[in-house]
C-alpha cells in the first residue's frame, strides 16, 4: 500500500469543555473586582471634600526619576550584555541589531529615554509586552503545567 499511516487519537486527558473550565477557573480569580471595604460608605471627607477625587487627581501624576545623566556608554555596555540569541522585543529590534546600531541612532534613542525618565509619557508601542506559555511537563495537562515568560521592549 502506498497510503500514509494516520495517527488516530481515541483517549483524553480532558474535553475541550473540561479544559475552558478549568483555565476559566485558574484565571479568573484575577479578573474580579474586590468587595468593598466593609467600613467604606461615604466617598466624601469630614469637610464635605470629594475624597476619592482627590486622590485620584495625585495617582496619576508622572514620577520623575532624578537618575545620573545616561550616555552613550552606558547604553552600549547594556546592549552588549545581551545574548544575540535573546528573542526579538515588542520594539521590533534584535539584541543583535541594537548592538549594531550607529551612535547617532542610539543617541536618539538615548534622548526619548531621558524625556521619559524627566517626567515624559511612555510611547504606546514602548508599553506593550508580549506573555507566552512554555510547558513545564512534557504534555501539561493544567494551566498550573506552564510557566509564563513576557518579552518586553529590548531598548529599555
Given at each position: 500500500?502506498?497510503?500514509?499511516?494516520?495517527?488516530?487519537?481515541?483517549?483524553?486527558?480532558?474535553?475541550?469543555?473540561?479544559?475552558?473550565?478549568?483555565s476559566?477557573?485558574?484565571t479568573?480569580?484575577?479578573?474580579?473586582?474586590?468587595?468593598?471595604?466593609?467600613?467604606?460608605?461615604?466617598?466624601?471627607?469630614?469637610?464635605?471634600?470629594?475624597?476619592?477625587l482627590?486622590?485620584?487627581?495625585?495617582?496619576?501624576?508622572?514620577?520623575?526619576?532624578?537618575l545620573?545623566?545616561f550616555?552613550?556608554?552606558?547604553?552600549?555596555?547594556?546592549?552588549?550584555?545581551?545574548?544575540?540569541?535573546?528573542?526579538?522585543?515588542?520594539?521590533?529590534?534584535?539584541?543583535?541589531?541594537?548592538k549594531?546600531?550607529?551612535?547617532?541612532?542610539?543617541?536618539?534613542?538615548?534622548?526619548?529615554l531621558?524625556?521619559?525618565?524627566?517626567g515624559?509619557?511612555?510611547?504606546?508601542?514602548?508599553?506593550?509586552?508580549?506573555?507566552?506559555?512554555?510547558?513545564?511537563?512534557?504534555e501539561?495537562?493544567?494551566?498550573?503545567?506552564?510557566?509564563p515568560?513576557?518579552?518586553?521592549?529590548m531598548?529599555?
Amino acid at each position: 500500500r502506498n497510503t500514509p499511516p494516520k495517527i488516530v487519537q481515541d483517549h483524553y486527558l480532558v474535553t475541550p469543555q473540561q479544559l475552558h473550565e478549568h483555565s476559566f477557573q485558574v484565571t479568573n480569580q484575577w479578573w474580579l473586582r474586590d468587595p468593598p471595604a466593609p467600613n467604606v460608605t461615604e466617598l466624601h471627607d469630614d469637610d464635605g471634600d470629594d475624597a476619592l477625587l482627590s486622590i485620584l487627581n495625585n495617582v496619576h501624576r508622572p514620577l520623575a526619576l532624578h537618575l545620573s545623566p545616561f550616555s552613550f556608554e552606558d547604553w552600549r555596555v547594556g546592549v552588549e550584555g545581551r545574548k544575540n540569541a535573546s528573542m526579538r522585543g515588542t520594539c521590533g529590534f534584535s539584541a543583535k541589531e541594537l548592538k549594531a546600531l550607529p551612535q547617532g541612532i542610539a543617541t536618539l534613542f538615548i534622548t526619548i529615554l531621558r524625556a521619559i525618565e524627566a517626567g515624559g509619557d511612555w510611547p504606546k508601542a514602548r508599553v506593550v509586552a508580549l506573555t507566552i506559555c512554555l510547558p513545564k511537563a512534557e504534555e501539561p495537562t493544567s494551566v498550573l503545567e506552564v510557566r509564563p515568560i513576557t518579552i518586553l521592549s529590548m531598548i529599555y
